[in-house]
């Protein structure tokens, strides 16, 4: 009997399939396939999303249509939808609440429109979004939050925009972002925290943007990245860590300005390996220390000389296997030489006063083959000893002895080195004809004055190294003439005070690095606000600071400040709280030994790195630190126990290594916010000796520890106060505990007296 019904009902239910398939409604305009609950009403002049739309309909395809305005609810009759298409309308806003009822869509594209700013509530309800297209728009803001909703996002496309600053946190919510793209926009600054918990991308792309210097703490954030586009940025210098990105494997800096790129500027990059520095000014490139695992190298399109300086990459490459890519530039018998295969036996510097012309010359007449047709060749304009080259834009007299700087170089230099010298003093006007210049190098030439006006007439210079040499103070008009100035480095040098004064003619200075001097105070006169009023990052580490006043480090902007590595016996609070948007400070290497409750109370909102290694502290108290806060460092000093983090959620980092930390029961919190937490704590039991070297994290020892357990600052509580405090019924063993105690108590006339002597180490022990 059931043999016979069951062909009967699966009929019935293909019967009824077909019918509601047949019954799908396609709006008048539109084209529609019922099978598979597509619509598709492209150009049809519509202004409004068609009303009459299939409520099962599963792809909409609205492009070229005048819809100007997403209004609310635009979408309430098509729950079903998983694709939806609205390239082209001309959409200029989208009203709160217009995707709410779309919780099953996936790809949302709203290319090509003319959308300025994303609110907040612009993607509310989309639950299930997968990829969101948004390029070719006018967007020039993110507001906070716009992108909480999404937290399925995998890939963000942002290109072809006008975002000219990422602010905070702009990104927050996207959980599961694998490609995030901000290609062809004008992004000249990220903020150090714009790409904060994105904790799964793992692809950037920035190219075709203004960025002129490496955004290292930014990208630092980005602990999963494997690949990262910058190419199209102006740079022209990357310095020592300017990449710290544990996971990076591919990384594009290709067609950028170039000119020079320190060997440990990938330092922090161990896994990258692949790196394109083609079409750049690079004329010498040492062997990268860091990356271990470099397989491709890409060098085509510089103006690389094959000469000894090139060898040791030539070596590497020779060695390591990996593949060099480009070609010679010069010296002219080796142009166009593969970097892969030239000899190494070709790669030599020619003796001072000794051109390559003349070399060939000799070579030629030697084998007989001169020609007497042949012209020589144009020389470009170079003082003698020096080397220039007017294509890359480059000249150099590195290490040439000298002990005057020496003039004629091309109108067209823009990175002019004069390192490793010996011109002890630089008179005004020193520079003449240098307006082009960009980055200027002086570092270890003994310089120990500067008169005022030396630099006058390089309008266009943005790096100035003066680094390691012999100066102890600057004249007032000592950089006049550079209003484009933006990176300072005056660090190795005998400067006994802060050159407040010298530096007034500067608007744009950013980064200033005093490094290694001889400062001892910071007093307010002359500082910061008033003399360096962009000023972002300062470098006082290894000076001999031992006090700072109230006011000395007034700034609106400065955001990282380094004070480690001097003499300061507290930390400044009075000077801080003028710094009222300092996100990174390093105290590290000060003889701090304690700290007080509220030492960091005046930056609490916005500090969000503190470096405290090696400060001898024994005792430490978070009050006064915020839940901003991401990265925490105590590193060699003597702690035993740490106080309690449960507020720091927001922690991402807490370094704890190398303190003689007692792995009892009363670190029970710090374990058991160990285990609850994300974040990376690095912290090693001293005692007791069986676990010894031992992780917090992976000790037993905390096993037998009770559920209840006092905090380091509640050890005099008894266990009857402690249950009260914390608001619990003890458990039967507990009460039992507690009853005998109560029994071997003296008397209520002898009672009050240890009461009041608790009450007083109590006291004494909190102040």
């Not at 009303?51 to 098509?78: C, M, W, Y």
């Not at 003319?114 to 728009?137: A, C, M, P």
């Amino acid at each position: 009997m059931r043999m016979c019904l069951f062909p009967a009902a699966l009929a019935l239910l293909l019967s009824a399939l077909t019918s509601s398939v047949e019954a799908f409604k396609c709006p008048k305009l539109c084209s529609c396939d019922h099978a598979k609950l597509t619509v598709s009403c492209l150009r049809k002049n519509l202004t409004e999303v068609p009303p009459t739309l299939d409520e099962i309909s599963l792809k909409l395809d609205l492009r070229n249509n005048p819809l100007q305005v997403l209004s609310r609810g635009a979408f309430t009759h098509t729950p079903y939808l998983t694709h939806l298409n609205l390239q082209r309308c001309d959409i200029s806003q989208v009203k709160e609440g217009a995707f709410r009822s779309l919780g099953r869509l996936v790809s949302l594209n709203l290319a090509h429109n003319k959308i300025n700013v994303l609110y907040q509530e612009s993607f509310d309800g989309l639950s299930s979004l997968k990829e969101l297209f948004l390029d070719h728009n006018r967007i020039e803001e993110i507001r906070p939050g716009a992108f909480t909703q999404l937290g399925l996002l995998n890939m963000l496309d942002l290109t072809h925009n006008e975002l000219v600053y990422i602010p905070n946190m702009a990104f927050q919510g996207l959980n599961s972002i694998g490609w995030l793209r901000l290609s062809h926009n004008s992004l000249n600054n990220l903020a150090h925290e714009a790409f904060t918990s994105l904790f799964t991308l793992n692809r950037l792309s920035l190219d075709h943007n203004e960025l002129q210097f490496f955004p290292t703490i930014t990208m630092s954030r980005l602990r999963e990245l494997t690949r990262l586009d910058l190419s199209y940025n102006p740079m022209t210098y990357l310095g020592e860590e300017s990449v710290s990105m544990a996971k990076l494997t591919h990384l594009y800096l290709n067609h950028m300005s170039l000119q020079d790129l320190s060997e440990h500027a990938l330092s922090g990059a161990p896994h990258l390996s692949h790196l394109d520095l083609s079409f750049n000014q690079l004329r010498h490139l040492e062997p990268l220390k860091g990356p271990t695992e470099l397989s491709s190298l890409n060098m085509t399109g510089n103006p690389a000389q094959c000469d000894c300086y090139l060898r040791p990459l030539r070596e590497w490459a020779r060695l390591s296997g990996g593949k060099l890519l480009g070609a010679c530039a010069g010296p002219p018998h080796l142009s166009d030489e593969p970097l892969q295969t030239v000899d190494l036996l070709n790669l030599r510097c020619y003796r001072r006063g000794e051109t390559q012309q003349d070399e060939l010359e000799e070579e030629r007449e030697s084998t007989g083959n001169t020609s007497p047709t042949e012209k020589p060749k144009s020389k470009v304009k170079c003082p003698p000893t020096c080397d220039c080259d007017a294509e890359a834009q480059h000249s150099s007299c590195e290490a040439r002895g000298l002990s005057k700087v020496p003039r004629g170089f091309p109108s067209n230099t823009q990175l002019l080195d004069l390192r490793s010298n010996s011109f002890h003093f630089l008179s005004e006007n020193t520079f003449p004809g240098s307006s082009q210049v960009v980055s200027l190098h002086l570092e270890l030439c003994k310089i120990h004055e500067i008169e005022a006006g030396a630099f006058r007439g390089m309008k266009k210079l943005y790096y100035l190294y003066l680094s390691d040499n012999e100066l102890t103070s600057l004249h007032p008009d000592t950089f006049s003439g550079t209003p484009e100035l933006t990176y300072l480095h005056l660090d190795g040098n005998r400067l006994g005070q802060f050159p407040g004064a010298a530096l007034k003619l500067l608007p744009a200075l950013f980064v200033l690095h005093l490094e290694r001097n001889a400062i001892s105070k910071l007093e307010p006169a002359g500082l910061l606000s008033s003399v360096t009023p962009a000023l972002r990052e300062l470098y006082l580490s290894n000076n001999t600071i031992s006090s700072i006043s109230e006011g000395a480090l007034d700034s609106a902007h400065l955001g990282i400040l380094h004070l480690d590595s001097n003499l300061l016996t507290d930390v400044p609070t009075h000077a801080l709280s003028d710094i009222a948007h300092l996100e990174e400070l390093h105290l590290s290497h000060n003889a701090l030994q304690q700290m007080r409750p509220n030492a960091f109370q005046p930056i609490s909102q916005s500090l969000r790195r503190l470096h405290l290694d090696h400060i001898g502290l024994q005792k430490m108290s978070v009050v006064g630190l915020g839940p901003a806060l991401r990265t925490l460092t105590l590193r060699g000093n003597l702690l035993q126990d740490v106080p309690d983090l449960d507020s720091f959620s927001g922690l991402e980092e807490v370094d704890l290594q190398d303190n003689p930390l007692k792995c009892d029961c009363s670190l029970l919190h710090l374990r058991r916010w160990m285990e609850k937490v994300s974040s990376q704590v690095i912290a090693t039991c001293a005692n007791p000796l069986e676990v010894k070297g031992q992780s917090v994290r992976e000790a037993d020892v905390f096993q037998s520890c009770p559920e209840i357990v006092a905090p380091p600052d509640q050890t005099d509580i008894s266990s009857s106060e402690l249950l009260k405090v914390k608001k619990l019924k003890p458990s039967v063993s507990e009460k039992a505990a507690v009853k005998a105690k109560s029994k071997n108590k003296p008397t209520k006339k002898k009672k009050k007296p240890q009461r009041k002597a608790a009450a007083a180490k109590k006291s004494k022990k909190t102040l």
